[in-house]
């Protein structure tokens, strides 16, 4: 299974005073059960771009093959596009709107088609499976916290069993704890449950942490398709558009100017500790 | 002379049950003493939930202490005299930056304090354009702020508090919205009023890399402050921190590692060059 | 798609039209609506529309922006033309198939009207494209000032639609974002009837009356917090002063509706129908 972009354009208010290109030639393949980090900064085109994926922004040029099928030619099932790419958008709490939890994640399996109870068992699921006690169901999902509004909203996405999650800065505004825990939490789906995850995030820490391949977004176009440790290795290009790399990354950049041998592409604080440790060894 | 001094503060919420009876009380917040000094730039950290939200309203007299006192330049925040002294004393930026603008253009928008309190016109306009200087959006006055990026909109919403002229600014969370560019942006612009106009800063956040420079930190949990001190103090309790639900920046964690591992790295690292610095010291 | 509407917003330009007085553009909206309903006749039309042609020019607002506004009453325009057309049965049959007929009269105050409307939403929306909706509450604040003898609210009824005006683009995109999300989640807003399109809305409709109330609440904090204690001893920033041109202006005005009371009641010009 594979979502294709090719050479996908899109202009914004065509015609207009507020004419923006937001999207300039975007060539990309996604594939089965892959954790791909999407990364810009506001304004880049990548909110734009993952909207392109499930069909709800039609491209103004370019087309889009769900497994080499085109999903711009006549007759195309969207719907079932939709099934199949799940896409959570930013703040996804808000758009919570039914009188219980459980009622809220049955939306999406009910607009499916599934039978109550197949809704209900798809329901539990997805909840459990972002960590939603069960006495919470019942309760109206206006009485719960921030993180945990989150989680069901995205729960609500989950229940629709798609092949790929596609999120949207799933944890802006989160505090700390509350962004490792989805984060955790949607890492741990991707590895359990197969599931291609596309992460959309300005936070090059978590992008780095989870993502095995980061697309990095700038004026609507990609400027890098790489793993993180290649990617992160332009980190002065990277900052020049206003990213900037991990800052483990320019601590081991540094190092290694200074004549330390470490190798550059850690991802995490351990592995970097790791390095550190084993670049000093070496050099005694 | 502090300009701000909350005595033994505490706030309780009721909790209303389905029938619309109080069914208890929620402390959010719990005996709290802070002082802090003019000039100063403070930082008070917690995770959601951990009341500095509603601390930081209660500078503002937006909320009344339940128990304790809070004394903002000296005046009693319950005192119904001193009440709009205490607004203008202390001003407040919020965290969604699209719900505290009021103004459909940049300019008017900033405006809008000085006009309430009673500016005469002309002095208005110099008010407006000094503050949209002081944070670097004079360009855009006459705008739509709903054409603003989020860090451009929380710089104007911080343009309006600093045309009310202020001693104290209060901002509760002003980047949590934002991306790393906005929030570079609005760090700046109030790191840059607190230095030239010697406005006291105080900043609710939890981001820990933005309180790096803070003179003095805060850390609040379940209501209750539970750590303060400098920053290099407060980050070299990683543990304690992690403990808190709140997240060490990369260096300081990496350094915390390395020294967990034996080697000779000082505590409370907050910066890569002191890092970098203190590996190659090591050979 | 909720982007296009144009109608109420503000657009940022230096021209003779965005300086004047607020109350000026109120008053002269007013005149100028009227004026479109005091004559039947091509004069009558020539000069509305030499007027709002040098007045489009003047407010530096491109005339495709101006256009699509008209989108929105797209289909109010059609239906009242239409009205217009088949219903009203006066003078001779210009046309006819079975019970369809199409008079000279019926053709007449289809154009009439279908011209008289646009004409009506571009002189309105001018008004609104110039001026913010700052000046217009405070405009609109000055003028029925008179009233507030008479215990009406006005500040209050100016604040509340100032914020309104300034909160209808987000709440606007905030419905496309949750249109968006919905439908993501596989909602259907357009096939069946209307009972259950109307059902299709409420996983719309709640979570945005949710985020207006949130907003609200917000927003009520923000004002308190920056010293705002009702229309009492507030000053303007920008308080309404007439200068030199806004005489002017209403002398124009006043000179227009006269014309045009004239020459279009007492000069018609009559080709063919019309």
């Known amino acids: ?284 | 002379m502090s300009i701000i001094r909350a005595e033994e503060v505490s706030y309780e919420y009721e909790q209303i049950d389905e029938n619309g009876e109080i069914a208890g009380t929620y402390k959010a917040i719990d005996h709290v003493n802070i002082e802090v000094e003019p000039g100063q730039f403070i930082a008070i950290l917690g995770h959601n939930g951990s009341g500095k939200s509603t601390f930081a309203k209660h500078i503002n007299a937006l909320l009344l202490p339940s128990e304790g006192t809070v004394w903002v330049d000296q005046k009693d925040t319950k005192n119904p005299d001193t009440f709009w002294e205490v607004r203008k004393t202390a001003g407040m930026v919020f965290q969604n930056p699209d719900n505290q603008i009021i103004g459909t253009v940049v300019e008017e928008d900033v405006g809008f304090g000085p006009e309430n309190l009673g500016v005469p016109t002309e002095e208005i306009w110099k008010r407006v354009e000094e503050s949209l200087r002081s944070v670097g959006m004079l360009e855009y006055r006459n705008q739509s702020p709903n054409k603003l990026s989020g860090g451009q909109k929380q710089r104007v919403a911080i343009a309006g508090v600093v045309a009310m002229e202020p001693k104290c600014i209060v901002l509760d969370e002003p980047t949590a919205m934002l991306d790393p560019n906005g929030r570079k942006e609005v760090l700046e612009a109030v790191r840059d009023l607190q230095k030239r106009k010697n406005v006291t800063v105080i900043l609710i956040t939890h981001f820990m890399e933005e309180v790096i420079d803070a003179d003095k930190v805060f850390v609040m949990d379940h209501g209750q402050v539970v750590m303060e001190g400098k920053p290099k103090e407060i980050f070299s309790q990683v543990d304690t921190l992690k403990h808190y639900r709140l997240d060490v920046p990369q260096v300081t964690l990496l350094a915390w590692e390395l020294r967990k591992n034996g080697l000779d790295i000082p505590l409370g690292i907050l910066r890569e060059e002191e890092l970098v610095e203190a590996i190659c010291r090591l050979d | 798609m909720i982007r296009d509407i144009t109608i109420g917003q503000y657009y940022p330009a230096r021209s003779i039209l965005h300086r004047l007085d607020p109350r000026v553009k109120l008053v002269s909206t007013f005149l100028y609506l009227i004026s479109l309903f005091i004559f039947q006749s091509i004069s009558g039309y020539i000069i509305v529309t030499i007027f709002l042609g040098v007045v489009v020019s003047l407010s530096k607002v491109p005339l495709s922006y101006i256009m699509r506004g008209l989108k929105p009453i797209l289909i109010l325009l059609l239906v009242t033309i239409c009205f217009n057309l088949f219903l009203t049965r006066t003078g001779s049959v210009l046309f006819s198939i079975g019970f369809v007929k199409i008079t000279e009269g019926g053709l007449r105050s289809a154009v009439y009207m279908g011209i008289r409307l646009i004409y009506l939403i571009i002189g309105s929306s001018l008004m609104t494209f110039t001026t913010t909706p700052n000046e217009l509450t405070d405009g609109i604040e000055k003028l029925f000032k008179p009233l507030q003898k008479i215990k009406v609210p006005v500040h209050e009824v100016a604040m509340i639609m100032a914020i309104a005006l300034r909160f209808i683009p987000i709440l606007l995109d905030e419905t496309d974002k949750i249109m968006k999300a919905q439908i993501a989640r596989g909602a259907d807003l357009e096939s069946g009837n209307l009972f259950q399109k109307a059902k299709a809305m409420i996983p719309i409709l709640v979570p945005l009356f949710i985020s207006a109330f949130r907003r609200a609440t917000d927003l009520a904090m923000a004002m308190e917090s920056r010293g705002y204690h009702g229309g009492e001893g507030r000053t303007k920033m920008k308080p309404l002063a007439y200068k030199k041109r806004d005489y002017y202006a209403y002398l124009i005005m006043l000179f227009y509706v006269v014309v045009i009371f004239v020459i279009g009641r007492y000069y018609p010009l009559r080709i063919w129908i019309f």
């Open chain 1, 1 to 284: 299974m594979s979502i294709r972009l090719e050479n996908i354009q899109y202009v914004y208010s065509q015609g207009t005073a507020y004419e923006k290109q937001a999207l300039r030639d975007i060539n990309l393949q996604i594939n089965d059960g892959e954790f791909l980090g999407i990364i810009g900064h506001t304004g880049s085109g990548k909110s734009t771009l993952i909207q392109h994926l499930n069909g709800l922004t039609k491209a103004t040029s370019g087309n889009i093959y769900f497994n080499d099928e085109s999903i711009y030619q006549s007759g195309y099932n969207l719907k079932n596009l939709r099934n199949k790419v799940g896409l959570v958008f930013q703040y996804p709490e808000h758009q919570l709107f039914e009188e219980t939890v459980l009622k809220d994640v049955c939306f999406g399996p009910k607009n499916q088609g599934l039978t109550e109870e197949e809704c209900e068992k798809r329901a539990k699921e997805a909840l459990e499976l972002v960590g939603i006690a069960e006495e919470l169901y019942i309760r109206s999902p206006f009485e719960l916290s921030g993180g945990q509004k989150r989680r069901v909203a995205i729960a609500g996405v989950l229940a629709m069993e798609p092949d790929f999650l596609v999120l949207d800065e799933p944890t802006a505004g989160l505090d700390p704890r509350g962004r490792d825990e989805i984060l955790d939490q949607i890492f741990y789906l991707h590895q359990r449950k197969e599931l291609a995850v596309i992460l959309v995030s300005h936070s090059m820490e978590d992008i780095a942490k989870y993502a095995g391949r980061i697309i990095v977004m700038n004026r609507g176009k990609v400027l890098y398709d790489d793993e993180p440790g290649k990617v992160f290795s332009h980190y002065k290009e990277l900052e020049k558009v206003g990213l900037g790399a991990p800052q483990i990354t320019y601590v081991m950049n540094e190092l290694k100017g200074k004549g330390l041998p470490v190798q550059t592409d850690a991802r995490t604080v351990e592995d970097a500790a790791k390095e550190i440790i084993k670049g000093l060894k070496r050099k005694s």
